[in-house]
């Protein structure tokens, strides 16, 4: 045991102030740390709030993690020109830690409030542009590059794809500037700028630039980043058409995923698996896969991926021959995205529809439905190429010279159309 304690002549140096800082925390802090659990837990919150406020400094990290909340709830409540007015105006605002807060804040309000995120990522760039020379003015350029990175993924889901391409060439122009070489930094820049490529439909580049942040995020031994960049990855092999390895991505980030610990991450990783099951016509895995999804999506699902379940749910019914059930499911969801404008959608739940009843020969209930489908001829979100088609298989349906197979042939040119679309 003589050896897990400090060494005289160690202590005595220490003691006298002549041990250096690194080799303080080499020698004598692992000490203190594996005989004392209180100090140990604390140690670990500290390693926690390094990463979550994202500064290497650890006096920085709980004096500025701590105070961020409260200069948060000095800006909460005003209205955005005021909240820009005072970032500029009140130095007491100007701490790294507000603005990774602000960035926080931004990822998790970009799908629900796209707008407010957008909002989030510039007041962040105010805050950072005042971040003086307490700070290493390495990890400052870092902490901007993230800013903009965060800009343009927020302006991505708002379709505004050109100001968010502008706003990645500055994030990587900030890298390029910062020698910190902080993979950390670089590897969400490159997620981030992945799911741009997507919705510009450059699948390719997409799929490189996935790739990348893959590899980074192993050898970190990051396996939320190896599972959220395997559902990326699936998101893009999908959109090109490929669902079958979409679905191997999707089991493999299943894999990787910790349920306990990212449940939100783990359901949408089932959730799509379950969909990219039925559109395949594996409808026996989806079955047996459809109450898990179920219960793991209960407790904060969104209204939409209820009625995509729903959805799902319909087209296993029609896979296993349950037609009545099948219909049911398929009315209800039609009527759920044409009360929501949703057209696409309503176009191809209604082509789902119409296989059903060209499978019985149903000749009087596609009539009907080819009569309710005016509507999605006034939705804003079907282009014209997409509205012809459905022309095309209205008149099919009246003069009752639809197939099942030219069904087919319509849902599978409104899918295409809608994935090279970016729809």
């Known amino acids: 045991m003589e050896d897990a304690h400090l060494s005289l002549e160690t202590l005595a140096k220490w003691l006298s102030g002549g041990l250096e800082h690194e080799e303080v925390l080499r020698l004598v802090i692992p000490h203190f740390l594996e005989r004392c659990p209180v100090c140990r837990e604390r140690r670990e919150e500290i390693a926690r709030l390094q990463k979550e406020v994202g500064h290497w400094n650890e006096e920085v990290v709980v004096l500025e993690g701590r105070e961020a909340p409260e200069l948060w709830a000095r800006l909460a409540e005003r209205p955005y020109a005021e909240q820009l007015r005072a970032v500029e105006e009140d130095d007491g605002l100007h701490a790294w830690g507000l603005c990774q807060l602000l960035l926080k804040k931004s990822r998790e309000a970009v799908f629900s409030d796209p707008g407010k995120a957008v909002e989030l990522a510039n007041l962040a760039l105010r805050v950072v542009r005042h971040l003086g020379e307490a700070y290493d003015s390495n990890w400052v350029r870092d902490l901007r590059g993230r800013c903009f990175a965060y800009l343009g993924n927020a302006r991505r889901v708002l379709g505004e794809l050109r100001s968010a391409d502008d706003a990645f060439v500055k994030a990587e122009r900030c890298l390029a500037l910062s020698s910190s070489g902080n993979p950390e930094v670089q590897v969400e820049i490159l997620d981030l700028k992945s799911s741009l490529r997507r919705a510009q439909r450059r699948l390719d580049e997409a799929l490189e630039l996935a790739d990348s942040a893959l590899g980074i995020y192993r050898e970190l031994g990051d396996r939320h980043g190896v599972g959220k960049t395997l559902l990326q990855k699936a998101k893009i092999v999908e959109q090109?058409?490929?669902?079958?390895?979409?679905?191997?991505?999707?089991?493999?980030?299943?894999?990787?995923i910790d349920p306990a610990s990212e449940s939100r991450l783990?359901?949408?990783?089932?959730?799509?698996?379950?969909?990219c099951l039925v559109q395949v016509d594996r409808v026996s895995e989806a079955e047996e896969l459809?109450?898990?999804?179920?219960?793991?999506?209960k407790p904060d699902a969104q209204p939409l991926d209820l009625i995509r379940l729903l959805w799902a749910e319909g087209l296993i019914h029609r896979g296993q021959g349950r037609l009545g059930p099948a219909e049911a499911a398929f009315r209800e969801v039609q009527r759920e995205f044409m009360e929501r404008h949703m057209g696409y959608d309503a176009a191809l739940v209604s082509l789902d529809l119409a296989l059903l009843y060209a499978q019985e020969s149903c000749t009087a209930d596609l009539k009907r439905l080819a009569a309710e489908l005016m509507p999605i001829f006034e939705s804003r979100d079907v282009h014209r190429e997409a509205i012809v088609a459905l022309l095309m298989f209205q008149r099919a349906c009246e003069e009752e010279t639809l197939t099942v197979d030219l069904v087919r042939k319509f849902a599978e040119y409104l899918r295409r159309e809608r994935r090279e679309g970016g729809m």
Request: without cysteine; hydrophobic residues 45%.
């Open 240 to 256: 090109s058409g490929d669902l079958p390895k979409a679905i191997d991505l999707l089991q493999d980030a299943a894999q990787e």
């Open 266 to 275: 783990f359901n949408y990783a089932r959730y799509n698996l379950l969909g």
């Open 290 to 297: 459809l109450p898990e999804v179920r219960d793991l999506l």
